[in-house]
């Protein structure tokens, strides 16, 4: 079973303004498989070499990206769906609304179910809260005289409300 982490993050429910801030899980993830990772344990449980991976999944992303830029959903089998998806400002009228309005264009991914992960496939352990963790960087800089930056936010994405969080 694998671990996954989580903290405890406190915020209101945006639907219900008014109601008390809660705490909520938001995933914490324990660092990032790589590209020369992900090639590596592809070739090995493979015949192709890590440079025939690369090229592979190189041209399926060069495929999928024009897919995608022409208006199609790209379904990988037992993977999952890729589509389009963007927000816009709102106009009155529709004579009013020009292209420009457009904005926000990201792509969403719907794994297929042999992706998808269910929660008795987890263990879930909890790490500091992500204000603990802020103040425990905060004090660990400031104790040391300099500032080095970077991010001190956790992957707290600016999910907001109750309900699922996803890893990054």
């Known amino acids: 079973m694998a671990n996954v982490f989580y903290a405890l993050v406190k915020r209101r429910n945006p639907l219900k303004k008014d109601a008390p801030q809660l705490y909520y899980a938001a995933a914490q993830k324990s660092g990032d498989l790589t590209f020369d990772e992900l090639k590596a344990s592809i070739a090995h449980a493979t015949m192709a070499t890590a440079a025939d ?3 592979i999944v190189e041209s399926l992303l060069k495929v999928m990206s024009d897919g995608l830029k022409s208006g199609k959903s790209v379904f990988l ?3 999952g769906k890729f589509r389009l998806s963007f927000s816009s400002k709102g106009a009155k ?3 009013e609304f020009g292209t420009e309005m457009i904005r926000g264009i990201h792509i969403v991914f719907r794994p297929a179910k042999e992706l998808q992960i269910r929660k008795d496939e987890l263990a879930f352990e909890q790490k500091d809260t992500v204000a603990d963790q802020k103040a425990a960087l905060k004090a660990k800089i400031k104790g040391s005289g300099s500032n080095t930056g970077g991010n001190t936010g956790g992957n707290t994405g600016g999910n ?6 996803s890893m990054d």
């Open 77 to 79: 089998d037992k993977f």
């Open 160 to 165: 907001t409300g109750g309900g699922d969080e």
């Open 93 to 95: 009228t529709m004579k």
């Open 53 to 55: 991976v690369s090229h």
